[in-house]
């Protein structure tokens, strides 16, 4: 942002660029000490709580610590002691109906599409929230020595994440966008077979619900990493989109070959290689030979293949964006 300013005089890339997804609406967060409310799952610990709007969403409880690479941090485990139901059941989970301000969706939705703009709204994550209250060693030894306890944490999940998702339906939104990292750079960070009895049916649960609402949303899916064992599964459940379709862990024209009268692709432009590593022709080359072969029969939205770093040379980023435009 600071080399955008410097280089444009603006401050919003989506406005100086014309990007077309920029039409997203949100709930409103309410005036609530956080620290207040889950301070006591972190007692006993030398280091105090964090909580800061960003990677890990306080109103979940989800202390953060600092890290020394960007904007990177690391969650903290507000549920990780936990041994009985009734302390999975009695967690403050975060209530966005009553709590959280959503009034102002229908107004945000019929402004949006006046200006042209598809509505994007974000329903939040499955596996990620699971393992970022119990932590990822803890939740995976629940689902083999106590699958109670892990079985009522994804329904508490579940419940929160599909009243947002049917609120975001509700309001007209025609991409309901979710987030729930599964990839490694060359393989699952999961099994295949460990996603589908723990993970995708809550996610079928959510777009079902929301799709009751409004049967034509699309449904945007983020993971970056190597998912391909999963990719019917996700079609199946009802997921029109994948997000990041990462070039550096899975081969896209292959997915767009196998899946792409199924599923759209979305991203696609490796960060870690091409926007990184390339010069600003062989980035307009990729970005041309992308549109030409991915997007020939459409099903394809142009992106990087996750968040541009600061290690992006700002010629490559404006290579790209001329080679998009």
């Excluded at 696609?268 to 020939?296: D, F, K, N, Y």
Aim: hydrophobic residues 40%; charged residues 25%; glycine residues 6%.
């Amino acid at each position: 942002m600071d080399q955008f300013r410097a280089k444009t005089g603006s401050e919003n890339p989506a406005v100086y660029w014309d990007l077309d997804l920029t039409g997203w609406i949100g709930f409103i967060q309410p005036a609530i000490n956080w620290a207040e409310r889950f301070g006591k799952y972190y007692e006993g610990e030398a280091e105090s709580p964090v909580f800061e709007f960003g990677e890990y969403p306080p109103e979940w409880g989800f202390a953060s610590r600092r890290a020394n690479y960007y904007h990177f941090s690391a969650p903290r485990f507000p549920l990780r002691g936990a041994t009985t139901i009734r302390e999975i059941e009695t967690y403050p989970f975060p209530d966005y109906l009553h709590e959280w301000k959503h009034d102002h969706f229908e107004r945000e939705v019929a402004r949006l599409k006046a200006e042209g703009h598809p509505v994007i709204g974000w329903a939040q994550r499955m596996f990620q929230n699971a393992w970022y209250l119990r932590s990822r060693d803890q939740l995976f030894v629940d689902t083999v020595e106590q699958p109670e306890i892990a079985e009522a944490l994804f329904n508490r999940i579940e419940h929160v994440v599909k009243a947002m998702a049917v609120r975001l339906a509700e309001a007209g939104v025609d991409i309901l966008s979710v987030s729930d990292d599964i990839g490694m750079q060359d393989r699952m960070m999961i099994s295949p077979e460990w996603w589908r009895r723990w993970v995708k049916p809550h996610w079928k649960a959510v777009f079902e619900a929301a799709r009751k609402v409004k049967p034509d949303l699309s449904i945007w899916y983020h993971t970056d990493g190597f998912f391909e064992p999963v990719i019917p599964d996700l079609i199946e459940i009802g997921v029109t989109v994948l997000n990041t379709v990462q070039p550096e862990c899975m081969d896209p024209f292959k997915i767009k070959r196998q899946w792409g009268r199924e599923v759209s692709l979305a991203g696609t432009i490796g960060v870690q290689s091409t926007l990184r590593w390339a010069t600003p022709e062989q980035v307009r080359e990729t970005v041309r030979r992308h549109i030409g072969e991915l997007g020939a029969d459409g099903g394809f939205i142009l992106c990087p293949a996750n968040a541009v770093e600061p290690d992006v040379p700002w010629d490559n980023i404006v290579a790209f964006i001329e080679a998009a435009g």
